[in-house]
Nanobody, 126 residues
Framework: QVQLVESGGGLVQAGGSLGLSCTAS????????MGWFRQAPGKEREFVAT????????YYSDSVKGRFTISRDNAQNTGYLQMDSLKPTDTAIYYC???????????????????WGQGTQVTVSS
């Protein structure tokens, strides 16, 4: 019954911005760490960012630090990824994911996460 649904992907020019949302159902969202991964064509799925249950503590990959902002609203069961200064190399399918708050933070390996969304496509043109 647990479901994570991403939205907000699309096509944007380099230097532009997109905001992604991840709405959770079937779980108590505040009990979970959430994160974002992405997978580009021909590439392995890579870690992007994570935020703990407190809505405060965050961790970013070096490739997006300073450009992306992860946040969450536990009352709305929703996580967010604000992406600014986008580059063509950011083109990928973006996935939100969740693992119980008892897990070590930050979880950086995809095997640590239990629940995954279906992904949303982000395409950045030159």
């Amino acid at each position: 019954q647990v479901q994570l649904v991403e939205s907000g992907g699309g096509l944007v020019q380099a230097g532009g911005s997109l905001g992604l949302s991840c709405t959770a159902s079937g779980l108590t969202f505040s009990n979970y760490i959430m994160g974002w991964f992405r997978q580009a064509p021909g590439k392995e799925r890579e870690f992007v960012a994570t935020i703990n249950w407190s809505e405060i503590t965050t961790y970013y990959s070096d490739s997006v630090k300073g450009r992306f902002t992860i946040s969450r609203d536990n009352a709305q069961n929703t996580g967010y990824l604000q992406m600014d200064s986008l580059k063509p190399t950011d083109t990928a399918i973006y996935y939100c994911d969740a693992v119980h708050r008892s897990a070590s933070f930050p979880p950086l390996n995809r095997e640590q996460y239990v629940y995954w969304g279906q992904g949303t496509q982000v395409t950045v043109s030159s």
